[in-house]
């Protein structure tokens, strides 16, 4: 090799290396720093943590390796249907996430929805916006549905010079007696 290939070679592997550093990876094993809940619910807020897992609450979360928690709807001490997201809607917002240059948006979920056809208020979406929450487009939904939980990945192709921020919720209609639980892990825009 010349010494001209070698400072190509270096400047290319600075360059590769700098766009790593720039992604975001958002585990949730550290915090939810930025995020913000609001919504009518009267449980069920999202909290970061281990869940405890339930039928409709997965137990682990979908970080591999030593990883435990997850962003997710409450916890059950009580067992299933103790803080499930009941009498309304709980969202999550995340903070603004600069985005420089052309990236792939993956993000995982889970959704538990014990019963079905009974109440057109139940749901769970995820929804992104590249213009920092002006306008939202939804990734996800799932309507009124039996949903066993199981960690699924969704992604999308996000445009440079976006500011993208992620909303996710999940409802519990007027109907007594659903059970509803919802949880988000492993953001990542690179």
């Not at 409709?56 to 962003?71: K, R, W």
Request: charged share 15%; net charge negative; glycine share 12%.
């Amino acid at each position: 090799m010349t010494k001209y290939t070698l400072l190509i070679s270096f400047i290319l592997t600075a360059l590769i290396s700098n766009s790593l550093f720039a992604q975001t990876n958002e585990d949730f094993e550290t915090g939810a720093v930025g995020w913000t809940n609001s919504g009518s619910a009267s449980t069920g807020a999202f909290v970061r943590g281990n869940p405890d897992g339930t039928t409709y609450q997965l137990e682990n979360d979908h970080t591999p390796g030593a990883g435990v928690n997850a962003f997710f709807t409450a916890f059950n001490p009580g067992g299933l249907g103790a803080d499930d997201v009941d009498g309304g809607t709980a969202t999550t917002t995340s903070p603004i996430y600069n985005v420089t240059s052309a990236s792939n948006l993956s993000i995982w979920y889970y959704f538990g929805q014990r019963d079905n056809n009974d109440d057109n208020g139940d749901f769970f979406r995820l929804e992104y916006s590249t213009n920092g929450g002006g306008s939202y487009t939804t990734l996800v939904f799932i309507g009124d549905d039996t949903s066993n939980p199981v960690w699924t990945e969704a992604t999308v192709f996000i445009p440079a010079g976006s500011n993208v921020r992620i909303r996710v919720s999940a409802a519990d209609g007027p109907g007594a007696g659903d059970i509803i639980e919802a949880g988000i892990d492993d953001l990542t825009i690179s």
